[in-house]
């Protein structure tokens, strides 16, 4: 319970001032709220401190405990435990609180304990456990497989989730809740405390860390400290020269050379490694002289290489790095003044974090270039300021109910000291995500990990747990609990190979299925370097340096992003805002495309907010319907597919689709009736489910959703270090088991859970009906253009790149550009 009087907190503020610092309001009121027992979160922006408003407290906690003696004991146990999504950031935090414990004179250990640590540095650790734990929820997992694990928690005062709103909306944010849900009841007076960015449901974000903690005194702390972000787009000078498609953007590349001159350092993101790869290598070309101050940085090159760019970054050694999401988190850059968005990030929050990269300190104005790869990314562009200057940001759905990830845990428990069940579920039932987990899942739950379910029974590998003459349910295969701890976690990419040179140097990993198109002598580009692939041998891509400067660049599936909800209402909006007229306010971004709205409305028409607009024209290839929901890829993937089978309960007719952030296209080659199916409202919400499992093949994409979920409930095993299992062989396995499940037990849990995935994650069920109940109340506004329009453009091509050479594709871009102007 809260405490009468204020807690002491001026011994911090005695260190803040040695550093020359003022602490800010939020971090003395956080530092009272922990150490007057609460639980809570810390929302505030990146730059400004977070790091300080809880770890200083914990070491507060343990002055106020120990006030004679604290700077003379050692060897105290572990006190707490904070979790980072990303190895990057465990470094920066590491140093921190390094720092503060030498100020404060504490005898306090600091230490991480990641996927990169080594085994003599975990040796050590088992002897003699830190204070103050950085780990990841993998490694945090992996702690829980020890013997006698509840020794090792035995002095633990807090856990601290930090980024939480990055793991909000993952599996790995159920392996924390799984995680405390043991800790809680090893220690019921822990504490709970997460640290994260603005998002939309920030209430739920703390539901979903808590647990039944949210029952106890809890707080949210926020930061009155508005972070000042500037947003200028790279305008293209003409539009009408402007690509109206396409994703790289390389035509405005001669306008980013002098801001990375005028700039101390700079980040330059995009959304996929190989735009990465791509954008390095054309800066280079058009900016030799930047050769040696400039880097990549992605997720596939190697550990050693990102750090020596991070460490170069934050030294002030590097004139620019070219980069994707690896570096969107928390990592102190000082250095980076500017920041440029290759592209449209496809969300808000997003677009902020990768914004606050740049004037990483309190006070200081974060800078953001946006540069469009086409022309309807303006309205992106202008998009993003109004939902910035309107506090406009997504919110994360979070998984429930992932029975993969609760299988893996209870292995986890089982390798270990082994479970009591009934203890187990009271503790799982804790959880936000397991809280309605019923007696009859929970009993096919402990029956799958000991017998293999009524599918499985037959083979020994899935009867993973014995239950002993206690009813204690243990695992003791040594073979299986050496597999399971390797198998630990819930990120799962597809199968790649180690790229190394002939010489022997490392460079990264490259996925599998891009490798197995290339033949021995073939150039391709990696970690910034033109390569020529000399032999796959071992699961090992062997390479040299290639003298060709033209080389195919690496695809690594994972694809684009979709647009979020959010951002997709502001694009609506801005839309209907363009069209009614230029004001005196008027974003530069709508200005400049003004002229495209302008054909696009001449040609056929410009949706207002009350307006629904489809187009239906003839070609040589057949009758065309373009629909323009404006609600990102992954919604119409799964409303084209929807909007097509409820047409073709019309007359029978066979579709090829297209599909983009903005719209999608439906072709055959005999008349859509699309008339008929608007006077039938094709767009009503009701029977949304069936109608999608009968319009999609739900059963192709749940068998791909399946392989992630049985490799984490570790159905399939992905081998051993260094001896990978091939992919062909873990598909094979994966799929065999997914058609056992479909044929002889479609209520296995775990089956069940890839259709729901599907339909939540892949296909966005929820907000696919919410589009479709605004759009069956909006005005259809049906037009017959003789030609294609602006809109109808980029969807047309994009149908056209997979079926015409380069050289051909730019040809007939080249006509159908004619034909519009």
Known sequence: MPQQQPPDINE????????????????????????????????????????????????????????????????????????????ALAKEIYLAMQRAVDGLGLKWQVALRTGDTTSAQRAAQKKRMPEFLITTPESLQLLLTSKGYAKVFGNLQCLIADEWHDLMGTKRAVQVELALSRLKALRPELKVWGISATIGNMDEALEVLLGNS???????????????????????????????????????????????????????????????????????DAAPELAGQMAIHHGSISRELREWVEEALHEGKLKAVVCTSSLDLGVDFRPVETIIQIGGPKGIARFMQRAGRSGHQPGATSRIYFL???????????????????????????????????????????????????????EVRGTFSYNNLTDQEWNWLLRFITTGGDSLYAYDEYKKVIIDEEGCYRMTDRRMAMQHRLSIGTIVSDPSLSVKFLSGGYLGTIEEYFVSKLQPGDVFWFSGRNLELVQIKNMQV?????????????????????????????????????MSGPTEHEDPEITKIRPLLDKQDQRSHVPQSHEFLIEKMESREGCHVFMYPFEGRFVHEGMASLIAYRISLFKPITFSIALNDYGFELLSDQDIPIEEAIDSNIFTPDHLYDDIIASVNATEMARRKFRDIAHIAGLVFQGYPGK????????????????????????????????????????????????????????????????????????????????????????RIKKMKLSLD
């Open 12 to 87: 911090a503020r005695a260190w803040f001032q040695s550093q020359g610092w003022q602490p800010f309001p939020f971090q003395e009121e956080a530092w009272r709220a922990y150490l007057q027992g609460s639980h809570g979160m810390v929302n505030a922006p990146t730059g400004t401190g977070k790091t300080y408003s809880l770890g200083l407290a914990t070491l507060l906690e343990f002055m106020h405990r120990h006030p004679t003696d604290y700077q003379t004991l050692a060897n105290n146990g572990l006190q707490v435990i904070w979790i980072t999504p990303i190895r």
């Open 214 to 284: 949210i029952n106890d005194e809890y707080v949210v702390i926020k930061s009155d400290i508005e972070k000042k972000l500037e947003v200028i787009t790279i305008l293209p000078d003409e539009i009408e020269t402007y690509p109206w498609t396409g994703h790289l953007g390389l035509p405005l590349l001669p306008k980013i050379i002098p801001i990375i001159h005028a700039s101390q350092s700079t980040l330059i993101f995009t959304n996929v490694r190989s735009q990465s790869e791509i954008w390095y290598q054309r800066i280079l």
């Open 372 to 426: 469009p790869t086409n022309s309807l990314e303006l309205i992106e562009s202008a998009a993003m300021r109004t939902a910035i200057e309107q506090k406009v940001i997504e919110s994360r759905i979070p998984y429930i109910r992932s029975f993969d990830v609760l299988i893996q845990y209870l292995l986890t428990l089982a390798v270990s000291d082994g479970f009591m069940p009934a203890e187990t579920l009271a």
């Open 542 to 578: 062997l390479v040299r340096k290639a003298t060709s400067q033209k080389g195919k660049v690496p695809a690594w599936l994972g694809g684009r992003l979709p647009l979020s909800s959010s951002l997709s209402a502001m694009m609506r909006a801005k839309i209907n805002e363009a």
């Open 724 to 811: 990978p299992m091939k992919t062909k062989h873990m598909q094979a396995s994966s799929q065999l088991i997914f058609e056992v499940f479909r044929e002889h037990e479609p209520q296995n849990l775990l089956f069940r859970q890839a259709f729901e995935e599907v339909m939540e994650f892949q296909l966005e069920e929820g907000r696919m009906r919410e589009a479709m109940t605004r759009i069956s109340r909006q005005q259809i506004v049906l037009t017959h253009p003789g030609k294609f329009t602006p809109f109808a453009f980029p969807l047309v091509v994009d149908r056209l790149r997979e079926k015409l050479t380069s050289e051909k594709l730019e040809d």
